[in-house]
T-cell receptor, first 121, second 111 residues
Framework: DAGVIQSPRHEVTEMGQEVTLRCKPI?????LFWYRQTMMRGLELLIY????????DSGMPEDRFSAKMPNASFSTLKIQPSEPRDSAVYFC???????????????????FGAGSRLTVL | GQSLEQPSEVTAVEGAIVQINCTYQ??????LSWYQQHDGGAPTFLSY??LDGLEETGRFSSFLSRSDSYGYLLLQELQMKDSASYFC????????????WGAGTKLIIKP
């Protein structure tokens, strides 16, 4: 498997422009996560999907952010309009087990994509 | 609130042993995971502790004490390629059991 695939790897745009980040999860993984990473705030979970359905979007910072998962092999994270404070690395991750059921269940292992580094000028 | 605390930076010498600590406060306990992230790279899963004790995977080991809400990652025979940030993470009941993350520990290895 090629792992989790994200595009673009780097995006530089001007404030006010629309940004679309794309993700292809590992085949067979039923959970997909969008994270944002900055020096100041660390890793933040934005939203996650289970079987293409958004489960928890409480981490989405504002209405300017939206995410979709039209099928099991594709998801997008859109920012419209973008602002300089959105500059960050955005990671997509997928997992075969979204929930940790307890100590005997095992880890919820996330496989991350390489990330999309967004710079908003 | 729910949180995981880690030192921001640790420095060690090549060939030595280093321990990275993590104390946690979560709603419920569902295991502690460790991830490694090289500069410019993505986090990758290293190890998991669901029960108290030591889990060993090659040069890396991870320990958990649930009574102390504490865990650590132990790296032995340090190599320059181990220079990276290390994150502890744990599921949190109040966050729909999704992982919450420590701020990460940057490991600096000197020759």
């Amino acid at each position: 498997d090629a792992g989790v695939i994200q595009s673009p790897r780097h995006e530089v745009t001007e404030m006010g422009q629309e940004v679309t980040l794309r993700c292809k999860p590992i085949s067979g993984h039923d959970y997909l996560f969008w994270y944002r990473q900055t020096m100041m705030r660390g890793l933040e979970l934005l939203i996650y999907f289970n079987n293409n359905v958004p489960i928890d979007d409480s981490g989405m910072p504002e209405d300017r952010f939206s995410a979709k998962m039209p099928n099991a092999s594709f998801s997008t994270l859109k920012i419209q309009p973008s602002e300089p404070r959105d500059s960050a690395v955005y990671f997509c991750a997928s997992s075969s087990t979204g929930l940790a059921g307890g100590p005997l269940t095992g880890a919820n292992v996330l496989t991350f994509g390489a990330g999309s580094r967004l710079t908003v000028l | 609130g729910q949180s995981l605390e880690q030192p921001s930076e640790v420095t060690a010498v090549e060939g030595a042993i280093v321990q990275i600590n993590c104390t946690y406060q979560t709603s419920g306990f569902y295991g502690l995971s460790w991830y490694q992230q090289h500069d410019g790279g993505a986090p990758t899963f290293l190890s998991y502790n669901g029960l108290d004790g030591l889990e060993e995977t090659g040069r890396f080991s991870s320990f958990l004490s649930r009574s102390d809400s504490y865990g650590y990652l132990l790296l032995q025979e340090l190599q320059m390629k181990d220079s990276a940030s290390y994150f502890c993470a744990a599921p949190d009941m109040d966050s729909n059991y999704q992982l919450i993350w420590g701020a990460g520990t940057k490991l600096i290895i000197k020759p």
